[in-house]
T-cell receptor, first 119, second 112 residues
């Protein structure tokens, strides 16, 4: 079974531009979440999608948005890029067949990330 | 809100040394606790987990015990190898939110 695939692997943009990152989850996984990883802050939760609906959102400005398609693939968009947006963006999927009480402790499967550099 | 605090790194050890990486948490209710590991150039992968108080998670020689009285989930390994060099993240989830909260990560470097 293929793992979580993120594209592109590296991106270089300039301030003010926008960027779209893509994530294909493991086949059969319905939940996709996004994280920003920086050396000083560790992993910061951006948002999670389940069956095309945003289920959770972290404390990021509205410039960060996302969506999920019917095949569970997800995209993340950042508009009006700032220097501080430079980071590794990680996508993770989990199966979450139901919104059951115990589903919250399912393990996450991570992609290798997209390294975004804003100049 | 929920939070996770990890000891700052980097931690540098010689091969076969004993490892402890401290992790404490703040959470309401009964969270599940996890350790994830990130090898260079890769995403995170689950190392071990514990879902209730006094549970011990273990994998690849690593262990961590869910201590509700001290709100801790310290990672230990009796004898580290060079291949254990990576960044280790402590994390928690709680029912109802489906949201993972991660610590800032602790970099481990093991020298031959």
């Amino acid at each position: 079974k293929a793992g979580v695939t993120q594209t592109p692997r590296y991106l270089i943009k300039t301030r003010g531009q926008q960027v779209t990152l893509s994530c294909s989850p493991i086949s059969g996984h319905r939940s996709v979440s996004w994280y920003q990883q920086t050396p000083g802050q560790g992993l910061q939760f951006l948002f999670e999608y389940f069956s095309e609906t945003q289920r959770n959102k972290g404390n990021f400005p509205g410039r960060f948005s996302g969506r999920q398609f019917s095949n569970s693939r997800s995209e993340m968009n950042v508009s009006t890029l700032e220097l501080g947006d430079s980071a590794l963006y990680l996508c993770a999927s989990r199966q979450t067949w139901t919104l059951s009480f115990r589903a919250f402790n399912e393990k996450l499967f991570f992609g290798s990330g997209t390294q975004l550099s804003v100049l | 809100g929920n939070s996770v605090t990890q000891m700052e790194g980097p931690v540098t050890l010689s091969e076969e040394a004993f490892l402890t990486i401290n992790c404490t948490y703040t959470a309401t209710g009964y969270p599940s606790l996890f350790w994830y590991v990130q090898y260079p150039g890769e995403g995170l992968q689950l190392l071990l987990k514990a879902t209730k108080a006094d549970d011990k998670g273990s994998n690849k020689g690593f262990e961590a015990t869910y201590r509700k009285e001290t709100t801790s989930f310290h990672l230990e390994k009796g004898s580290v190898q060079v291949s254990d060099s990576a960044v280790y993240f402590c994390a928690l989830t709680s029912s109802g939110t489906y949201k993972y909260i991660f610590g800032t990560g602790t970099r481990l470097k093991v020298l031959a």
